[in-house]
């Protein structure tokens, strides 16, 4: 049977490279024929990917699906736990520390790594596949956030006074003194950039390979401890307590974006994976998402978020207090409440986390770290070429060599990264009026009168040398509009003559008159 036959159109179309191009209006016949093979090529291998993924990935997501006029939303964990399997309720667990909280949490890309990170110092990594506790350390200062670099043999912890980078045994690698006090990390992985902003409103990006403090700007909004990457183009966006949010790059001093969001202070916000959707959160309790494509709020949900986070199926996590609230898309596009969870009272939440490739989602409080189960929040296939929670040492190693070698240069990030490579319109000269002319001659004239002159010895400073050198300054500040306005006007002689002479015929052209009719 044919792959044709047994694949449906969706399926082969999610594994094309864009849509094919007309090559009909190419006049090259040999670029024709190159560009129809390799299209034709390209045809071939997502039709086999689509093949692929049909038998060698069966894993499908499942969600909570409620009977009846059962709700979703009212399904408890302690519900869940009795249904599911021996390895996934190991996920479901609490780590009560309340001495050294509250606490932040990080995942690393494949989901295999978690990073904790306690206000009071305590900083640990955990092995989330044999829960192992790999390393954990005490610093004996305050630290605000932790985040995982391109692997988890190293990660950045904003300390008291400055961050710092560890590796996986613990050991303090490097001391960043230039960002400062900084209240949230952020990696881009893609660009090998550490971003941070301190408490003084100051936005750094750090080369983690070369060490090269790449940009560092004043945002000139305040403090704010707000910070999220958008994943589809590497923009770093901030949420200030203006209620706007700032999207910068490290190659402009200035932001890309700033938009006003909420009429208070921006308490949270979270990019989705496919990096259009943007969900913010405000003090005048508010959740609103937006569609980046159009800077337009799409929808408007009630209740307020201290953190926000999207799982990579879409799902919205919203934690407030002690309640985490989950959201999820429906058929009509709009976000529903999904399901929810109540912590122990008391608990006060500081960061929610979903885990990449699970069904889980990691919850930061006052009182220590917790995993929950949230059905058809994670990707049930992963790509080991893009993340393998299963790879060994020689994988790892040769992963991390290869995204040395595709590791993006700063100057890639922007708000349409998709207009790399291709080529900028030619825009036609406008040609500046009279008065445009005659004012920009005048600008030059008295900028010329201007220029002062060195007192020169040995009789070269006399007035009537200095009076020359002031007229010819001035008569070279007008040449370039003297030469532009004799070329117009020879050219407007040029295309009188040429009227003339299409007025006779051929015959008698050549007894034409040199001089255009006044």
Same mark, same amino acid.
């Given at each position: 049977?044919?792959?044709?036959?047994?694949?449906?159109?969706?399926?082969?179309?999610?594994?094309?490279?864009?849509?094919?191009?007309?090559?009909?209006?190419?006049?090259?016949?040999?670029?024709?024929?190159?560009?129809?093979?390799?299209?034709?090529?390209?045809?071939?291998?997502?039709?086999?990917?689509?093949?692929?993924?049909?038998?060698?990935?069966?894993?499908?997501?499942?969600?909570?699906?409620?009977?009846?006029?059962?709700?979703?939303?009212?399904?408890?964990?302690?519900?869940?736990?009795?249904?599911?399997?021996?390895?996934?309720?190991?996920?479901?667990?609490?780590?009560?520390?309340?001495?050294?909280?509250?606490?932040?949490?990080?995942?690393?890309?494949?989901?295999?790594?978690?990073?904790?990170?306690?206000?009071?110092?305590?900083?640990?990594?955990?092995?989330?596949?044999?829960?192992?506790?790999?390393?954990?350390?005490?610093?004996?200062?305050?630290?605000?956030?932790?985040?995982?670099?391109?692997?988890?043999?190293?990660?950045?912890?904003?300390?008291?006074?400055?961050?710092?980078?560890?590796?996986?045994?613990?050991?303090?690698?490097?001391?960043?003194?230039?960002?400062?006090?900084?209240?949230?990390?952020?990696?881009?992985?893609?660009?090998?950039?550490? *971003?941070?902003?301190?408490? +003084?409103? /100051?936005?750094?990006?750090?080369?983690?390979? #070369? =060490?090269?403090?790449?940009?560092? !700007? %004043?945002?000139?909004?305040?403090?704010?401890?707000?910070?999220?990457?958008?994943?589809?183009?590497?923009?770093?966006?901030?949420?200030?307590?203006?209620?706007?949010?700032?999207?910068?790059?490290?190659?402009?001093?200035?932001?890309?974006?700033?938009?006003?969001?909420?009429?208070?202070?921006?308490?949270?916000?979270?990019?989705?994976?496919?990096?259009?959707?943007?969900?913010?959160?405000?003090?005048?309790?508010?959740?609103?998402?937006?569609?980046?494509?159009?800077?337009?709020?799409?929808?408007?949900?009630?209740?307020? *978020?201290?953190?926000?986070? +999207?799982? /990579?199926?879409?799902?919205?996590?919203?934690? #407030? =207090?002690?309640?985490?609230?989950? !959201? %999820?898309?429906?058929?009509?596009?709009?976000?529903?409440?999904?399901?929810?969870?109540?912590?122990?009272?008391?608990?006060?939440?500081?960061?929610?986390?979903?885990?990449?490739?699970?069904?889980?989602?990691?919850?930061?409080?006052?009182?220590?770290?917790?995993?929950?189960?949230?059905?058809?929040?994670?990707?049930?296939?992963?790509?080991?070429?893009?993340?393998?929670?299963?790879?060994?040492?020689?994988?790892?190693?040769?992963?991390?060599?290869?995204?040395?070698?595709?590791?993006?240069?700063?100057?890639?990030?922007?708000?349409?990264?998709?207009?790399?490579?291709?080529?900028?319109?030619?825009?036609?000269?406008?040609?500046?009026?009279?008065?445009?002319?005659?004012?920009?001659?005048?600008?030059?004239?008295?900028?010329?009168?201007?220029?002062?002159?060195?007192?020169?010895?040995?009789?070269?400073?006399?007035?009537?040398?200095?009076?020359?050198?002031?007229?010819?300054?001035?008569?070279?500040?007008?040449?370039?509009?003297?030469?532009?306005?004799?070329?117009?006007?020879?050219?407007?002689?040029?295309?009188?003559?040429?009227?003339?002479?299409?007025?006779?015929?051929?015959?008698?052209?050549?007894?034409?008159?040199?001089?255009?009719?006044?």
């Amino acid at each position: 049977m044919e792959i044709s036959e047994e694949l449906d159109a969706p399926e082969v179309k999610k594994f094309l490279r864009g849509k094919a191009p007309n090559l009909e209006v190419l006049q090259d016949k040999k670029l024709k024929g190159q560009l129809s093979v390799r299209e034709e090529f390209y045809g071939i291998s997502a039709k086999a990917a689509a093949k692929a993924a049909k038998w060698l990935m069966p894993s499908e997501g499942g969600f909570l699906e409620a009977e009846g006029l059962e709700k979703t939303w009212r399904i408890k964990q302690e519900a869940i736990a009795k249904e599911v399997d021996v390895l996934s309720s190991r996920n479901q667990y609490d780590i009560v520390l309340p001495d050294l909280g509250p606490y932040t949490v990080d995942f690393t890309s494949s989901g295999r790594y978690m990073a904790v990170a306690g206000r009071k110092g305590h900083l640990a990594i955990v092995d989330m596949q044999n829960m192992n506790l790999i390393r954990e350390m005490q610093v004996r200062e305050t630290v605000r956030d932790a985040v995982f670099l391109h692997n988890e043999l190293f990660f950045a912890a904003a300390q008291k006074k400055y961050t710092y980078i560890y590796n996986r045994d613990g050991t303090e690698l490097h001391c960043l003194r230039e960002h400062g006090a900084v209240l949230k990390l952020q990696f881009l992985k893609n660009h090998f950039l550490l *971003a941070s902003i301190n408490k +003084f409103g /100051q936005l750094h990006y750090q080369d983690v390979t #070369t =060490g090269e403090m790449i940009g560092n !700007f %004043r945002t000139g909004l305040g403090r704010t401890n707000v910070m999220e990457v958008n994943p589809f183009n590497g923009v770093v966006a901030l949420g200030h307590s203006g209620g706007t949010v700032t999207m910068w790059k490290p190659s402009a001093v200035n932001p890309l974006v700033k938009m006003l969001c909420h009429h208070g202070a921006v308490s949270a916000m979270a990019f989705h994976p496919n990096g259009h959707l943007m969900a913010t959160s405000g003090k005048e309790r508010k959740i609103k998402l937006w569609d980046l494509r159009k800077f337009e709020v799409l929808q408007t949900l009630p209740g307020h *978020a201290k953190t926000l986070d +999207f799982s /990579q199926k879409g799902l919205l996590a919203a934690g #407030t =207090g002690s309640y985490v609230q989950i !959201f %999820r898309e429906t058929e009509s596009q709009n976000y529903s409440r999904y399901m929810g969870h109540s912590m122990a009272k008391g608990y006060q939440i500081g960061k929610v986390s979903f885990r990449p490739y699970e069904d889980v989602l990691g919850i930061g409080h006052s009182m220590g770290w917790s995993s929950i189960l949230i059905p058809g929040s994670g990707e049930p296939n992963f790509d080991s070429w893009v993340a393998n929670p299963f790879e060994t040492p020689k994988q790892r190693r040769e992963k991390e060599v290869h995204s040395l070698l595709d590791k993006l240069p700063p100057e890639t990030i922007m708000l349409d990264p998709s207009k790399i490579g291709t080529v900028r319109p030619s825009k036609k000269k406008e040609k500046p009026t009279k008065q445009e002319r005659e004012a920009n001659k005048e600008a030059a004239v008295e900028a010329a009168k201007g220029i002062t002159m060195k007192k020169k010895t040995k009789g070269r400073s006399k007035p009537s040398k200095i009076s020359k050198k002031k007229q010819d300054n001035i008569l070279r500040a007008k040449r370039p509009f003297l030469e532009q306005q004799t070329h117009e006007e020879m050219s407007k002689k040029q295309k009188l003559i040429s009227e003339n002479k299409e007025e006779l015929p051929v015959s008698l052209q050549r007894f034409a008159s040199k001089k255009p009719k006044s």
